[in-house]
């Protein structure tokens, strides 16, 4: 990558960028005074800016690079595709040769009950999709009254009414009168924060259980759906304690409800394993999907379908009036599936499960012996270190929520890396292509930073 800092001018796109674009998740008043971070260019783990800046992507674009930037052969099948058919729909009995194909491809890829998938833009579309899914499901087995949908608070699924109503951020609900009618949610399995005095195996065993009580509560006959991610991403990469995953499968198998494992970060390599559903044994019924996906070359999303969903869906008969104009978009289903060409040819899963995956998670959990650390935690190619005043005691946090984090942030990018900052913990979701070296630097620049935040 060669050096472009006098090609851009920073300030003038600063300007110009502060007075006509609105950032999504963004003060914008704020914003606008300090101007942004212009990036420029990638390859590989690394991001340039418009002042010639080199910064590892130590969250893989927004939890979705996986084969890291600069891919050519995605570039090269994307162009291929936009020459021969840039775009048709595949509503009104239609399909292409490239949705055929990926539609395959992830068949073979997902959990052996899943074979079916239905395509959109996003993870939020996704979402949206199982919101409307789940209930066509039930109308269509001739069970309308199962509606309700059980999501989990500090859950994630995306931004659109759908999705901010079945993630459980409470900034985000109070924005606009959310959740909508039929959603009801039950505490996550974040035992470092909200475990008190219990173990994390019985903290992990009580929260599960408040999805049985939930489902008793509203009458198993009016649930239709519970929704979670196997590991939630944006609430700070909250890994559950081992005995949480089996006692909610337990729940799962005596109930007649459908579960919706989100696998938009967790999907497609990042925990070692193609799925987050393979990792922990979850066999869900309906998975969305997004990210990862295409490793975000293009927007794509898609939610797969169990056998199961697919009864209700297709051997029932009938139409689902549901899709979107880019479902199944002809180029980006080459962008995928020119990603996932490269995620197998490279061996990448394997790699995050038994090479980068350890070596890293290794040198990472060493970080529980800096002062202001209180926990570092990783799986697959995913960690989050929890900042805190006083290490000796977990229930102490910092008086003002966030402040500590995002000073961490901006000491980290000046380190010439990028984390993301939830609340008071510091996140790194880096593409799957990192070698040792990358991580050693990775590994190098979070201790300076931490050290440099405990001065500040
Ligand atoms: C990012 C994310 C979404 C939303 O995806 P978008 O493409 O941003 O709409 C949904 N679920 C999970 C778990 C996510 O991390």
Same mark, same amino acid.
């Given at each position: 990558?060669?050096?472009?800092?006098?090609?851009?001018?920073?300030?003038?796109?600063?300007?110009?960028?502060?007075?006509?674009?609105?950032?999504?998740?963004?003060? *914008?008043?704020? =914003?606008?005074?300090?101007?942004?971070?212009?990036?420029?260019?990638?390859?590989?783990?690394?991001?340039?800016?418009?002042?010639?800046?080199? /910064? /590892?992507?130590? *969250?893989?674009?927004?939890?979705?690079?996986?084969?890291?930037?600069?891919?050519?052969?995605?570039?090269?099948?994307?162009?291929?595709?936009?020459?021969?058919?840039?775009?048709?729909?595949?509503?009104?009995?239609?399909?292409?040769?490239?949705?055929?194909?990926? @539609?395959?491809?992830?068949?073979? +890829?997902?959990?052996?009950? *899943?074979?079916?998938?239905?395509?959109?833009?996003?993870?939020?579309?996704?979402?949206?999709?199982?919101?409307?899914?789940?209930?066509?499901?039930?109308?269509?087995?001739?069970?309308?009254?199962?509606?309700? &949908?059980?999501?989990?608070?500090?859950?994630?699924?995306?931004?659109? %009414?759908?999705?901010?109503?079945?993630?459980? /951020?409470?900034?985000?609900?109070?924005?606009?009168?959310?959740?909508?009618?039929?959603?009801?949610?039950? !505490?996550?399995?974040?035992?470092?924060?909200?475990?008190?005095?219990? @173990?994390?195996?019985?903290?992990?065993?009580?929260?599960?259980?408040? #999805?049985?009580?939930?489902?008793?509560?509203?009458?198993?006959? $009016?649930?239709?759906?519970? &929704?979670?991610?196997?590991?939630?991403?944006?609430?700070?990469?909250?890994?559950?304690?081992?005995?949480?995953?089996?006692?909610?499968?337990?729940?799962?198998?005596?109930?007649? &409800?459908?579960?919706?494992?989100?696998?938009?970060?967790?999907?497609?390599?990042?925990?070692?394993?193609?799925?987050?559903?393979?990792?922990?044994?979850?066999?869900?019924? %309906? *998975?969305?999907?997004?990210?990862?996906?295409?490793?975000?070359?293009?927007?794509?999303?898609?939610?797969?379908?169990?056998?199961?969903?697919?009864?209700?869906?297709?051997?029932?008969?009938?139409?689902?009036?549901?899709?979107?104009?880019?479902?199944?978009?002809?180029?980006?289903?080459?962008?995928? =599936?020119?990603?996932?060409?490269? &995620?197998?040819?490279?061996?990448?899963?394997?790699?995050?499960? !038994?090479?980068?995956?350890?070596?890293?998670?290794?040198?990472?959990?060493?970080?529980?012996?800096?002062? +202001?650390?209180?926990?570092?935690?990783?799986?697959?190619?995913?960690?989050? +270190?929890? %900042?805190?005043?006083?290490?000796?005691?977990?229930?102490?946090?910092?008086?003002?929520?966030?402040?500590?984090?995002?000073?961490?942030?901006?000491? @980290?990018?000046?380190?010439?890396?990028?984390?993301?900052?939830?609340?008071?913990? /510091?996140?790194?979701?880096?593409? %799957?292509? #990192?070698?040792?070296?990358?991580?050693?630097?990775?590994?190098?620049?979070?201790?300076? $930073?931490?050290?440099?935040?405990?001065?500040?």
């Amino acid at each position: 990558m060669t050096a472009q800092s006098n090609i851009y001018p920073t300030a003038a796109l600063q300007a110009t960028d502060a007075a006509h674009h609105l950032h999504p998740f963004s003060d *914008m008043k704020s =914003l606008n005074e300090e101007g942004s971070r212009i990036i420029t260019g990638a390859e590989g783990v690394w991001l340039q800016d418009s002042d010639g800046k080199r /910064m /590892m992507d130590g *969250m893989a674009g927004l939890w979705c690079v996986q084969v890291g930037h600069g891919r050519k052969e995605i570039a090269e099948a994307v162009s291929r595709q936009m020459e021969e058919l840039a775009y048709y729909n595949t509503f009104f009995k239609t399909t292409h040769p490239p949705a055929v194909a990926l @539609s395959e491809k992830l068949a073979q +890829l997902a959990p052996d009950h *899943m074979n079916r998938v239905f395509y959109c833009s996003s993870g939020s579309e996704a979402n949206d999709t199982v919101f409307r899914m789940v209930r066509h499901y039930w109308d269509q087995i001739g069970q309308p009254a199962k509606k309700t &949908i059980i999501g989990r608070w500090n859950g994630y699924h995306g931004s659109t %009414l759908a999705g901010t109503s079945l993630g459980g /951020m409470k900034a985000m609900h109070e924005q606009g009168d959310l959740p909508v009618p039929g959603v009801r949610h039950i !505490n996550q399995p974040y035992w470092f924060g909200e475990g008190g005095d219990l @173990s994390p195996e019985e903290f992990g065993i009580k929260v599960a259980r408040e #999805l049985e009580t939930a489902i008793d509560q509203l009458g198993e006959d $009016t649930v239709g759906a519970f &929704i979670a991610e196997p590991i939630q991403g944006a609430g700070g990469v909250i890994i559950p304690p081992e005995s949480y995953w089996p006692e909610i499968r337990r729940i799962l198998s005596e109930r007649n &409800i459908l579960f919706a494992a989100d696998e938009v970060i967790c999907g497609f390599g990042r925990l070692g394993t193609w799925f987050g559903s393979d990792y922990y044994g979850l066999k869900p019924d %309906l *998975m969305p999907i997004a990210k990862g996906l295409t490793s975000g070359y293009l927007p794509m999303g898609g939610v797969m379908v169990s056998d199961r969903v697919a009864e209700g869906l297709v051997d029932k008969g009938g139409e689902f009036y549901h899709g979107y104009t880019y479902s199944g978009h002809p180029v980006c289903a080459a962008a995928a =599936l020119a990603s996932l060409d490269i &995620i197998e040819r490279e061996g990448l899963v394997d790699r995050v499960a !038994n090479d980068i995956g350890p070596y890293l998670r290794e040198r990472w959990l060493k970080l529980n012996d800096h002062p +202001l650390v209180g926990e570092a935690r990783m799986t697959g190619l995913v960690g989050a +270190l929890e %900042l805190v005043p006083d290490k000796t005691n977990r229930h102490k946090t910092f008086p003002d929520t966030g402040t500590v984090g995002t000073i961490c942030r901006d000491i @980290s990018f000046e380190n010439g890396l990028v984390m993301r900052a939830v609340r008071d913990s /510091m996140i790194i979701s880096p593409p %799957l292509v #990192l070698s040792r070296e990358e991580a050693d630097f990775l590994i190098e620049a979070v201790v300076k $930073t931490l050290d440099e935040t405990h001065h500040a």
